[in-house]
């Protein structure tokens, strides 16, 4: 049972991760970039970093306990025996990215966001985005027992 709420804490988290970055990216940002407004990207960064923050803390807390369930010992993890090893160890490193094109962004870019620097927040947001979807394509492989 425990696992099965996992598996749905975790998926839920990503609706909320992924699903709020493809808004920000498909709609928010195009029109900021039509009109050269950074305030609309402010404005969605404002209601949502909270919630978005709250649901990555939530992916990272339920996809390492999940992992734990998986393996029970740091070593049959290391020894990459089958593909979950590799997809989990991926999924750290589209994490740790995540964390450095984000914090990068909070707090170099979104401070200072003018005019003229939106193209950059532009970047970011593409690759948190992109980051984003493939954190849900390596979980569907998961649950789909590899891909292709
Ligand atoms: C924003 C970050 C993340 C997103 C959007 C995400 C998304 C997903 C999705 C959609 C699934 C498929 C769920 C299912 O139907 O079974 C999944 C599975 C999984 N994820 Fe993540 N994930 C994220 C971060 C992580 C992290 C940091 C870890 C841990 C290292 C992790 C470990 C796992 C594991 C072990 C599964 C397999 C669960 C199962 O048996 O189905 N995920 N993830």
Redesign the pocket.
């Known amino acids: 049972m425990l696992f099965k709420l996992l598996?749905i804490l975790?998926?839920l988290?990503?609706t909320v991760?992924?699903g709020g970055h493809l808004v920000l990216a498909v709609t928010v940002l195009p029109s900021a970039l039509r009109k050269r407004d950074p305030e609309q990207i402010h404005a969605f960064e404002e209601k949502f970093e909270g919630f978005g923050l709250s649901?990555?803390l939530l992916?990272?807390i339920t996809?390492?306990w999940?992992?734990r369930i998986?393996f029970p010992s740091i070593q049959t993890f290391f020894a990459f025996e089958s593909y979950l090893s590799t997809y989990?160890a991926v999924?750290?490193g589209?994490?740790l990215g995540?964390l450095a094109l984000a914090i990068h962004a909070r707090f170099f870019i979104i401070p200072n966001l003018t005019k003229e620097t939106l193209n950059s927040l532009a970047y970011h947001i593409a690759g948190v985005t992109t980051l984003?979807v493939l954190?849900?394509v390596?979980?569907?492989g998961?649950?789909l027992g590899g891909l292709p």
């Open positions: 598996v975790h998926t988290g990503a991760w992924t649901a990555l992916q990272v996809g390492l999940l992992t998986y989990i999924k750290l589209l994490l995540t984003a954190f849900v390596l979980g569907a998961i649950r």
